[in-house]
């Protein structure tokens, strides 16, 4: 008789990641000096801060994100200056229902650098529509090569990504 799978339980599961995610950290912080970095609840809290927030309905649509207060440890800067780039389309800013500000992950590299050219990105999206949830969207959705646009934006394809933010905003607008 054939043995049949078995799933492990989800607790089990979520348990062997954190371990592979612990062991994989002491391996890598070995090779460190990490007293210079001030107290470790203090180097927890921005590691913490770099990770991105997963698993809301919306996720599926425009990906993992992060919270204003994430964001600000993360990077370093202070929420006014968040703000203000948010302001400007410097960064992709979203509201969410319960008014909470919210910042696609996709937006920024691992050293936490913004995806190049994204204020002229969103500057021709907001010719089509005012949404930015239309614009994260947009932004995360691939294309029939299965690259997203802000991949080809990271990559420095701004002129195929402007043509097609074009086309679609005349179409939104119904241009």
């Known amino acids: 008789m054939p043995h049949a799978l078995v799933q492990k339980p989800i607790d089990q599961t979520r348990n062997d990641y954190r371990k592979s995610l612990v062991d994989s950290l002491n391996n890598r912080l070995a090779k460190h000096d990490l007293s210079l970095l001030g107290p470790p609840e203090a180097l927890v809290d921005r590691m913490i801060a770099a990770l991105p927030v997963a698993g809301a309905a919306w996720s599926s649509a425009v990906g993992p994100v992060y919270t204003s207060q994430g964001l600000q440890k ?4 202070s929420r006014q200056a968040i703000s203000q ?4 389309w410097d960064l992709l800013r979203l509201e969410t229902a319960d008014g909470e500000f919210v910042f696609p992950s996709f937006q920024f590299n691992d050293s936490g650098q913004r995806l190049p050219r994204l204020k002229d990105v969103l500057c021709e999206l907001a010719k089509g529509t005012e949404d930015a949830w239309v614009w994260a969207a947009w932004l995360n959705a691939p294309d029939k090569d299965g690259i997203t646009h802000a991949a080809k934006l990271r990559r420095g394809d701004w002129e195929s990504v402007r043509d097609l933010a074009c086309e679609d905003a005349a179409a939104w607008s119904g241009q």
């Open 74 to 77: 993360w990077l370093g800067v």
């Open 85 to 88: 780039k948010a302001k400007c």
